[in-house]
C-alpha cells in the first residue's frame, strides 16, 4: 500500500455573498492499493489494484452569517480531453470524506445554507493529474496464489510457497485467525463474510494479501 499526498492547490477568493461563507482549506490525498495487495477503505474491504481518497477542509466561520449551515458539497471536474464535466460526488454534514476510488481532475467543496437558502462559492480547488496503474510485469517473478476451498471450509496456499505464517482479518480489521508454518488455515468455525488472508514469509515479510468470501 502506498499513500501519495496531493500538494498542489489552486487558491480561490471567496467573492460570495456574506451569508454564505465557503468552507476553506481543502486537502487530499489517497492510498494505492497495487495488484494482490488490499485493506480497508472507510472500513471496506477493497482488493488491489485500488485507491482509497481522503478529503478533509476547515468549517466556514458563520458567526457573522444570518443563514443556518446545513450540509457541505464536494464536486468534481473532469480534466479528460473531451470530458470538463462537473459531478457532485458527495454531500455530507462531516468535515471530511472518504470513499474506495480515484480521482483524476479538479475538486472543491461548498457549504449549503438554510433561512435563507443558498449555497457558498467553492473552497480552494484541489488539483490531481494523474493516478498510479497497476500493470502487471510479465518479467516478475510469480505471485503465490491462495484460494477458499468451500468444500472442506479451508484456505489454501499452493504447494512450494514457504509459509511463515497466515493472518486473517475480518471487514473491521480485527484479526480472527492465525497460523504458522502450514499451508492450510480451517475456518468453518467462522461466520460466513468478507475477510482479509495476509500471507508472510519466515522473515517475516508479508508475500501477498487476499480478499476471501466464506
Known sequence: MRRITLMLTILIPLTGLAQFWA??????????????????????????????SYFNW???????????????KLYFQHIAPNDSSVECIA??????YIV????????????????????????????????????????????????????????????????GKINLYNEQGQLVKSASNTNILPIKELCSGVYIAEVKDKNPNIIFRKKIVK
Do not use: R
Request: proline share 9%; aromatic share 14%; glycine share 8%.
Open 23 to 52: 468552507p476553506t482549506g481543502l486537502e487530499f490525498y489517497y492510498y494505492y492499493f497495487p495488484i494482490d495487495d488490499g485493506g480497508y477503505c472507510n472500513g471496506q474491504v477493497i482488493t488491489g489494484p485500488a485507491y482509497c
Open 58 to 72: 476547515n468549517a466556514p466561520d458563520t458567526l457573522p452569517a444570518k443563514a443556518h449551515l446545513m450540509n457541505y
Open 91 to 96: 454531500t455530507v454534514s462531516d468535515t471530511f
Open 100 to 163: 474506495p476510488s480515484g480521482f483524476i481532475g479538479k475538486m472543491w467543496v461548498t457549504a449549503v445554507y438554510d433561512n435563507p437558502s443558498g449555497e457558498s462559492d467553492s473552497s480552494n480547488v484541489v488539483i490531481n493529474n494523474s493516478l498510479p496503474i497497476g500493470i502487471a510485469d510479465p518479467t516478475a517473478k510469480e505471485i503465490p496464489k491462495i484460494w477458499y476451498d468451500y468444500s472442506t471450509e479451508q484456505i489454501k496456499i499452493k504447494e512450494g510457497v514457504s509459509v
